[in-house]
């Protein structure tokens, strides 16, 4: 069974400051994706990984892919309050768009 | 904008009744639509893939007959929650990508409560 573990499930951010989220994943997928779902709200998407070693940057967030490791990171730069939201990791092991997602981790954004 | 749209966006029905919700993709033809369900503070699981003239496929644990998919267009996927209950009261979003190597985009999910 495919397992998407993503850590930590919480994280409270300081303002201006630096954080990684982690997806590790059980089965062998080239393609790895990462949403941001607000309260209340559907997904919105953040990247799409397709291969080993692809990193994608968006503003103040990068994503990176090691399929050899079978992990991905979601690293937030200078941390601001827009940030606040959960993201959700999800990966696709037969390349078919059925998506097995991660937990989730809660963001949240101090001043 | 939206690339995928569903309806409605809130229903709330009574238990034994049965719910409709459409998918659409707005500017593009799918082939295939997914159906995930998500409980409130989970992830999202992956209920079925619709496909476009043919029947639907079922992930383990979904009762195909309870939760009756059509895809009658390329544009069109609905889900309909037949017999519902209070257990079935979660948030419905349903995605489809335009290409092989598109991000999957998902509607703006459907919150049923089942009273």
């Known amino acids: 069974e495919l397992k998407v573990e993503q850590n930590p499930l919480f994280l409270s951010m300081q303002e201006g400051k630096n954080y990684t989220i982690y997806c590790n994943y059980s089965?062998?997928?080239?393609?790895l994706y990462w949403y941001r779902q607000d309260p209340g709200k559907s997904l919105e998407s953040l990247f799409v990984?397709?291969?080993?070693?692809a990193v994608k940057q968006e503003g103040r967030l990068m994503a990176s892919l090691d399929t050899k490791a079978r992990l991905s990171t979601l690293h937030i730069t200078a941390a601001v309050h827009d940030l606040s939201a959960t993201y959700f990791c999800?990966?696709?092991?037969?390349?078919?768009?059925?998506?097995?997602f991660g937990a989730g981790t809660t963001v949240t954004v101090r001043a | 904008g939206a690339v995928v749209s569903q309806h409605p966006s809130r229903v709330i029905c009574k238990s034994g009744t049965s719910v409709k919700i459409e998918c659409r993709s707005l500017?593009?033809?799918?082939?295939?639509m997914f159906w995930y369900r998500q409980f409130p503070k989970q992830s999202l699981m992956l209920m079925a893939t619709?496909?476009?003239?043919?029947?639907?496929?079922?992930e383990q644990g979904v009762e195909k007959d309870k939760f009756l998919i059509n895809h009658a267009s390329l544009t069109l996927s609905t889900l309909t929650v037949t017999s519902a209950h209070p257990e079935d009261s979660s948030f419905y979003i349903c995605?489809?990508?335009?290409?092989?190597?598109?991000?999957?985009?998902f509607g703006n999910g459907t919150r049923l409560t089942v009273t």
């Open positions: 995605s489809a990508a335009r290409g092989r190597n598109s991000p999957l985009h």
């Open positions: 089965t062998t997928s080239d393609r």
């Open positions: 990984l397709l291969s080993n070693g």
């Open positions: 999800a990966v696709d092991p037969s390349n078919d768009y059925k998506l097995s």
């Open positions: 500017d593009f033809q799918a082939t295939t």
């Open positions: 619709s496909n476009e003239g043919s029947k639907a496929t079922y």
